[in-house]
């Protein structure tokens, strides 16, 4: 009788040590790369161009996660404003992205963008934010949060808390 309880005991050891197993399986990118550039196109004119000191590609969740950010906006042929940022992702087919960290866009009118998330949506080209943000011009700086406008910074549309106060010695 000793002996049946002491192998049932045991095989029910087995079971429980077989059931609290965690999966090892780590999320590792399917290939990492150095000194990257990403160039998108679209009907043979140039729409961005993205360099990045680092990337790393999770194929099966289709993102690219990349590090050291410096992200050029076209218009026609000519650079119309630089985004940088600590890091940042590059989504599937639709190229679709997320800024973090320290964000900023310069445009060539020289207008900055400070936030610490920043969203690009490839198919409205369009920058996006539910963060805080401000916007310095010679003349004026605006504060807010939630955030949307062009690249170039031309349209834009504070969300809440917008604040404006000019900063420059235009009358």
Known sequence: MCLLILCSFLLLSCR???????????PFP??????????????????????ADKAANYEEEGVIKVYDIHLE????EN???????DSGAVFGSNKSMRAMGTV???TRED?????DVLEWDNAKR??????TIRITTDETAITGAGFESDPELK?????????????????
């Open 111 to 115: 207008a900055v963008l400070e936030t």
């Open 73 to 76: 906006f076209y218009d026609q």
């Open 126 to 131: 369009l920058i996006t934010t539910e963060s």
């Open 30 to 51: 399917h290939e990492v790369l150095e000194e990257v550039v990403l160039k998108e196109m679209d009907k043979g004119s140039v729409v961005w161009i993205l360099k």
């Open 16 to 26: 429980r040590e077989e059931s609290r197993t965690i999966p090892t399986r780590q």
């Open 104 to 106: 900023k866009v310069i």
């Open 155 to 171: 349209r834009i549309k504070v969300k809440r808390q917008f604040r404006a106060e000019r900063t420059g010695n235009s009358p």
């Open 79 to 85: 650079v119309s404003s630089v985004l940088t940022a």
